[in-house]
């Protein structure tokens, strides 16, 4: 069997710390526990360092988040040799989206402009703690993120109202009616302006 946990999770942005997952890992030797870490290089703390002592461990990370390259379709898995034979023996039989030339040529080229990265993901880590600031002075309850997005709700207004008057507006944010979550929206982090387009938005709906 197998257990699979996002760190960060979707869509809280709330993050797991190493010791939790170390301890998931100790508690369950004889199943595969998948990490995904698609969103990981937003301020949680990788599980990678944690292969050398679990081999039963697969952490996988994409580049269609940090890296700004979702259509490249292009990610990779981290794990002990057994696993990651394993997963080359079957990924022909799954694999949807082969790597060719060109996709290799563009992943090398990210990889190596490590500034270009660390400015885009200090960028988006500034201007969520930002937005937070912003939509707890309205009065909003924000989740702690360690993402590229927010989970907010307010409990003075339903989140579907608060979702179809933004939407009116010419600003879309994600509203999920289901349990636990219901009264909630989750918000992508834009750059400045459609930051403060929000919030000028949102000042306006709530009163």
Known sequence: GG???????????????????RELLADNPESVVIIDEAYVDYGAESACQLIA??????????????????????????GHEDLIEALQRVKNSFNSYPIDRLTSAIAMAAIADEEYFQDCREQVIASRERLSAGLKDLGFEVFPSSSN???????????????????????????????????????????DDECNALIDSLTEIIG
């Open 53 to 78: 002592e679990f081999p039963n461990l697969l952490v996988v990370q994409t580049f269609s988040k940090s890296r700004s390259l979702a259509g490249l379709r292009l990610g990779y898995a981290l």
């Open 149 to 191: 997005f927010v989970l907010v709700r307010h409990p003075g207004h339903a989140a579907e109202k608060l979702y179809l008057e933004l939407k009116a507006r010419g600003i879309l944010v994600r509203y999920f009616n289901k349990a636990r979550i219901d009264n909630c929206v989750r918000i992508s982090i834009g750059n």
């Open 3 to 21: 257990i699979i946990i996002p760190n960060p999770n979707a869509p809280t942005g709330i993050a797991l710390e190493t010791g939790a997952i």
